[in-house]
């Protein structure tokens, strides 16, 4: 019996798999869904538990591999998509969450920032810790906070777009995140730019703050950046590398990436 190749669960798209062997599953998730909701209210939309309702129910995704257990290993904020892991068996758990907080597990994401970065190539070192008094929120600190290290790389500069169109309503309500230029900007373009990130750590929301540090934020991120409207958030993760810490041998998964390309405007190459 052939095996689903993307996992079905009710009222949405099917997810598609994009690596599977003995120990884990690689699914390429899609925007909205989290893993640890910061609020009870969005537990519709909570990926593990869907998940694992969806086995317990025997659902044909599931049960034609006979999984009996599936959890994250790793994870990816809500409106980010791209390459998520999740393991077979608790053993599993404990082995590829390692790798990843050994720095072991190679990751590379594509990201749509706003702005013209100066440098074609860059890395920030910005220590990362929790904002004060916002749930979910983080912030710089150099004090207390936790390393964070990413390598930034422009791969394409490209598509000019009216500064109306990436400032969200939440941000019109609230001029003060926008600087005196932005502000003065009604009826100006702004600069689109593909950038490639390699983070060597991997702290919560850590390459959207270092984008928006270095004056180029994701566009659509309502939390560091003007906010969305125009653009959903452009942030996907497209590959994880590393040797499978059972068998020794080389994994590379890769996410498509030509649709995300075409989403804002850059020109896809192989």
């Given at each position: 019996?052939?095996?689903?190749?993307?996992?079905?669960?009710?009222?949405?798209?099917?997810?598609?798999?994009?690596?599977?062997?003995?120990?884990?599953?690689?699914?390429?998730?899609?925007?909205?869904?989290?893993?640890?909701?910061?609020?009870?209210?969005?537990?519709?939309?909570?990926?593990?538990?869907?998940?694992?309702?969806?086995?317990?129910?025997?659902?044909?995704?599931a049960r034609s591999r006979g999984l009996k257990f599936l959890k994250f290993v790793h994870r990816l904020d809500a409106e980010?998509?791209?390459?998520?892991?999740?393991a077979k068996s608790q053993g599993a758990v404990e082995s590829y969450s390692e790798l990843f907080e050994s720095r072991k597990?190679?990751?590379?994401?594509?990201?749509?920032?706003?702005?013209?970065?100066?440098?074609?190539?860059?890395?920030?070192?910005?220590?990362?810790?929790?904002?004060?008094?916002?749930?979910?929120?983080?912030?710089?600190?150099?004090?207390?906070?936790k390393e964070a290290e990413t390598h930034f790389r422009v791969l394409q500069r490209g598509a000019a777009v009216p500064v109306?169109?990436?400032?969200?309503?939440?941000?019109?309500?609230?001029?003060?995140?926008?600087?005196?230029?932005?502000?003065?900007?009604?009826?100006?373009?702004?600069?689109?730019?593909?950038?490639?990130?390699?983070?060597?750590?991997?702290?919560?929301?850590?390459?959207?703050?270092?984008?928006?540090?270095?004056?180029?934020?994701?566009?659509?991120?309502?939390?560091?950046?003007?906010?969305?409207?125009?653009?959903?958030?452009?942030?996907?993760?497209?590959?994880?590398?590393?040797?499978?810490?059972?068998?020794?041998?080389?994994?590379?998964?890769?996410?498509?990436?030509?649709?995300?390309?075409?989403?804002?405007?850059?020109?896809?190459?192989?």
């Amino acid at each position: 019996m052939a095996k689903p190749t993307s996992i079905e669960l009710p009222g949405v798209e099917p997810i598609p798999i994009l690596y599977e062997d003995r120990s884990v599953l690689a699914m390429d998730k899609p925007r909205g869904w989290m893993l640890v909701p910061y609020s009870w209210q969005k537990t519709n939309w909570n990926l593990q538990a869907a998940l694992v309702s969806s086995i317990a129910a025997g659902d044909f995704w599931a049960r034609s591999r006979g999984l009996k257990f599936l959890k994250f290993v790793h994870r990816l904020d809500a409106e980010t998509t791209g390459i998520l892991i999740f393991a077979k068996s608790q053993g599993a758990v404990e082995s590829y969450s390692e790798l990843f907080e050994s720095r072991k597990m190679e990751k590379t994401y594509l990201a749509v920032v706003e702005g013209a970065p100066k440098q074609d190539e860059w890395t920030c070192r910005l220590k990362l810790g929790p904002a004060p008094g916002e749930i979910g929120r983080m912030t710089v600190d150099e004090r207390e906070g936790k390393e964070a290290e990413t390598h930034f790389r422009v791969l394409q500069r490209g598509a000019a777009v009216p500064v109306a169109a990436l400032t969200s309503q939440a941000s019109r309500k609230h001029p003060e995140r926008l600087t005196a230029g932005e502000q003065a900007a009604t009826g100006t373009v702004a600069r689109l730019t593909l950038i490639e990130a390699r983070p060597l750590t991997g702290r919560t929301h850590q390459i959207r703050i270092h984008l928006a540090e270095a004056g180029c934020p994701c566009v659509g991120d309502d939390v560091y950046g003007r906010g969305r409207d125009k653009f959903r958030l452009g942030l996907r993760a497209v590959r994880l590398a590393y040797a499978d810490p059972f068998t020794r041998r080389r994994v590379d998964i890769r996410a498509p990436a030509e649709g995300f390309f075409r989403e804002y405007g850059f020109e896809f190459k192989h």
